[in-house]
Structure formats: structure tokens, C-alpha cells
């Protein structure tokens, strides 16, 4: 690899690297918290919660890359650009086309990694978190013991928290049991914890008492403890096997799901549409790298040149990515349809491929020409129309 590709490969890498963090971390930010209530009512850590919604950070990289990647580009080109770097590769006599080997190099690159978490790691992850989410689910203090309010778990059996702490400690625990035919008995506790120990689930009471009452006469009795610990295993359901989604089954499940699934044969046409949207999500980052690349890949001596060579790049890509999404929208699992989701990357990047062959510049275009001229113009006569008014 040459100087010049090193350069650019390395600035664009760069790039990359906090563009898809960034993007990334706000994308998993507004997905974390549509799980927020569910995963922490059970008073888990916020290590454990971020755990366990990291879990979805492979499928938002899929869709995030390409436009991580269309970032870093017009980042790099427009700046390459701006410093006069592209006018100087012109002017020593070198192609265009020394700018856009490290381009598609890295879009390649970027293509592989998209491609591993649409095919692998994406759809392991959204299984291992719809697992998580079950088992939470199935959860009798999660669902059923709320702060403030007096629940009754099953007949007889009636529960009340004052508050439930992050670190998962019921406070100001009152339960009140009548299912015994002969005696109530009422505990009382500062704090309590669930705690799992030899396949039991076990409610640990601490600094407490119980109050024994018999239904039919006899005094209370009043047992002042330490530390109690009051058997819920009885209590628990238990979380049955998780129907896993099109978007959480395996690549190989998707090509030959098993004959008994009840979930594959009744929703066949969605896992054949998955399967294809795997597969045709990477192109995004080759055409995203080509689109940018024919907007942005020849030097421009005007500042304003390169701003509407940016915002074409932007409009370009965003429209082909949009046309993708509609596409999938409308397959319906149709065979004819699901064509096109190869076809829309594959015709953006022909597009951009012609441009760049033709060797138009992407700021030359009729249509980009007249809108230039336009804004110049509109420009021009606000300017005129603010120095009349001051005079």
C-alpha cells in the first residue's frame, strides 16, 4: 500500500472509529431505555443492566456502519479538498482513481465487518437478550411486587414494599400469610432479598418479627429475629422456552428452520425476507463509499462547491438507504420483491460507478448548477434588500 493510501486509509479509519461510537452510543441509549422499567424492577445493578442491553449493540451496528462509514468519508474528502490535497494529486499528474483505491479498501473493510454482524454476532445477540427478557419476565418480584401497594400473589398471600433499591433490597417488608387453615401469621421486616440458593428461591428477611395469630381463638404470639428466610420457590413461575423472532434466529436456522417450529411455518415469509436482508445490508457500505466518492472525490476550489457536493453525498445516500427500507417494508416475503434488495444497493453503486468513470464532476450537474445559481441569486437580493433598509 502506498504513502497516499496509508494517509487517507488511516485519517478515514479514524474517523470511522468516532463517528460509529458516537452513533452507536445514542442509538443504544434510546434502545436501553424502552427496557429500562423491565430489567430494572428486579433491582439489578446498572452493570447488570447495561449488560445485558449491550447485548443488542451487534444488530444497531448493521444499521449504523454505512453511515458511520458515509461520514468518515465526507469528512476525509471534503477535508483533502479544503487543504488543497486533491488539487495537489491533480496537479502532479495523478488519477483520481489513487483517492479511490483506499476508499473502496475501507469500505470494503467496513463491509466485512457489517456482514459478520448481520450474519452472526446480531442475531446471537438479540437471542441471548430475548432470553434475558423472558427470564426477567418470569420474575414474581419484577411483576408482581410493586412499591407502595398491597398485592395479593395468590390466595392468602399478600405482599407490601415501602421501596425497592438498586441493589435489589425490598425495604419495609410486610407479608401477610393466611393460607395455613388454623394460624396468620404476619412478618414484618426492615429490609428483605431474593436470593437463589440449592434450586430454592428464598425471600431473606432481615431484623424483623412474625406474628402468629390463630383463626379461631388464642392469644398472638410475637417472634422477634435477626435474619428469616421465607420460601417462594412455590411462587415462581417458571419462564417457559422463549419463541425467538425471525431477527433472533440464526443464519442457518433461517435457510433450514426445523419442521416442528410452530413460529417458522406459520410466519415462513418473514424469515425467508430476513434471510435476504442479511445478506444484502453490507452492499450499503460499498455504495455509500462510491456515492460519496463521485460527489466529493474531485478537488473544488470553492468552499461553496464542496457544501453542495456534502449535502448531494448526504441526500444521495439517505435516499438509496430510505429506498432499501421501503423495499423490505413492502417484500412481504414475496420471491420478486426480495430481488430488489440486492437490486437497490447494486443500481446506487452502478450509478455512482458511471459518474466516477465518466469522469463528471459531481458539482457540474445541471440540476446541482441551477440550484447554485439560485441560492447565489436569493442570496444576492436579501443582501441588497438589508443594505437598502440600514440606508
Not at 479509519?13 to 460509529?20: E, K, S
Not at 449488560?51 to 461520514?71: E, N, R, S
Not at 463491509?111 to 414474581?140: C, H, K, N, W
Not at 413492502?330 to 440486492?342: H, K
Request: with cysteine; charged share 15%.
Amino acid at each position: 500500500m502506498k504513502t497516499l493510501e496509508r494517509y487517507i486509509v488511516r485519517r478515514t479509519a479514524y474517523a470511522f472509529t468516532l463517528t460509529i461510537a458516537a452513533m452507536t452510543g445514542v442509538v443504544w441509549a434510546t434502545q436501553a431505555l424502552r427496557q429500562l422499567d423491565l430489567v430494572t424492577s428486579k433491582g439489578q445493578t446498572i452493570v447488570q443492566f447495561i449488560g445485558i442491553t449491550i447485548l443488542a449493540l451487534p444488530f444497531l451496528i448493521v444499521i449504523v456502519a454505512p453511515f458511520a462509514l458515509m461520514i468518515a468519508l465526507i469528512l476525509v474528502l471534503n477535508a483533502l479538498s479544503g487543504d488543497s490535497e486533491l488539487i495537489v494529486i491533480d496537479a502532479s499528474g495523478g488519477s483520481r482513481f489513487l483517492v479511490l483505491k483506499p476508499v473502496l479498501l475501507f469500505s470494503t473493510v467496513v463491509m466485512m465487518l457489517t456482514a459478520s454482524m448481520s450474519l452472526y454476532f446480531a442475531p446471537m445477540g438479540l437471542a441471548q437478550l430475548r432470553t434475558e427478557i423472558t427470564r426477567v419476565r418470569a420474575d414474581l418480584v419484577a411483576n408482581i411486587v410493586k412499591p407502595g401497594r398491597f398485592i395479593t400473589v395468590e390466595n392468602g398471600l399478600t405482599f407490601h414494599i415501602r421501596n425497592r433499591s438498586g441493589k435489589g433490597t425490598l425495604d419495609g417488608l410486610l407479608l401477610h400469610d393466611t393460607r395455613d387453615e388454623e394460624t396468620a401469621f404476619t412478618y414484618q421486616a426492615d429490609t428483605g432479598l431474593i436470593v437463589e440458593a440449592a434450586d430454592r428461591t428464598l425471600l431473606v428477611m432481615q431484623n424483623g418479627t412474625i406474628q402468629r395469630r390463630p383463626k379461631k381463638q388464642g392469644d398472638i404470639s410475637i417472634v422477634r429475629f435477626q435474619s428469616y428466610a421465607f420460601d417462594l420457590s412455590n411462587l415462581i413461575p417458571e419462564a417457559g422456552e422463549p419463541v425467538y423472532k425471525a431477527s433472533e434466529r440464526t443464519t442457518s436456522n433461517l435457510m433450514s428452520p426445523p419442521g416442528d417450529d410452530a413460529y417458522a411455518l406459520k410466519n415462513s415469509g418473514k424469515l425467508t425476507a430476513e434471510l435476504h436482508e442479511r445478506f444484502s445490508q453490507p452492499l450499503y457500505c460499498i455504495a455509500f463509499g462510491l456515492i460519496v466518492f463521485a460527489f466529493l472525490g474531485k478537488a473544488r476550489t470553492t468552499r461553496h462547491g464542496r457544501g453542495l457536493a456534502v449535502v448531494g453525498a448526504i441526500c444521495a445516500c439517505v435516499l438509496l438507504r430510505t429506498a432499501g427500507f421501503g423495499v423490505t417494508a413492502i417484500s412481504g416475503g414475496s420471491t420478486a420483491l426480495l430481488g430488489l434488495l440486492y437490486v437497490v444497493p447494486a443500481a446506487g453503486s452502478t450509478l455512482a460507478l458511471i459518474s466516477i468513470f465518466r469522469g463528471q464532476r459531481s458539482s457540474d450537474p445541471k440540476w446541482l448548477t441551477s440550484l447554485q445559481l439560485a441560492v447565489h441569486e436569493r442570496i444576492e437580493a436579501v443582501t441588497d434588500r438589508l443594505k437598502g433598509g440600514l440606508a
